[in-house]
């Protein structure tokens, strides 16, 4: 299981909404003057996950520290489906399509056409499941 820490933003009625904020790690390992990961994060700035609601079985407050725990499944599920299926559609369209068009700009346009698609088509399966214990994290404890 994976444990991750969050902070509680509101809670109403055995309803916690949440939020993760990205670890500052970073940076502190022998490779970092290396390290691309680094580098891009120091680009993109600081990132704050987006809100999202639990349930939980003791009062909290706001601003309480938790613990979140989620299935090593589930996170193999997601990205399965977030990069896994748009890949392979990008892949199955361009050798699909390039034996019927000669115009590579006909296939890169197809292409582009039906992978966003697949993404739209993963966000609302992603949408559609979120509400299933299975994909949700749970709560763990207070820290």
């Known amino acids: 299981m ?18 993760c904020y990205a670890k500052n790690s970073c940076g502190g390992c022998a ?13 993109a700035g600081e990132k704050i996950a987006p809100r999202f609601q639990i349930n939980v079985n003791e009062d909290l407050q ?3 520290r938790i613990k979140l725990g989620l299935a090593e499944n589930t996170l193999l599920k997601s990205v399965f489906l977030i990069y896994g299926i748009p ?29 966003g698609i697949s993404f739209w088509a993963v966000r609302k399966l992603i949408e559609k499941h979120s ?3 299975n994909f949700s994290p ?3 404890d207070k820290v």
């Open 2 to 19: 994976i444990i991750e820490e969050a902070t509680v933003v509101e809670y109403r009625d055995g309803i916690a909404i949440v939020q």
């Open 31 to 43: 490779v970092q003057s290396a390290c691309g990961t680094k580098a891009l994060s120091a680009l």
């Open 62 to 64: 706001v601003g309480d």
């Open 87 to 115: 890949l392979f559609v990008l892949v199955i369209t361009a050798v699909g399509f390039s034996q019927f068009f000669a115009n590579e700009l006909i296939v890169f346009c197809i292409m582009l056409l039906f992978t």
């Open 131 to 133: 509400k299933q214990a």
């Open 138 to 140: 749970i709560f763990l």
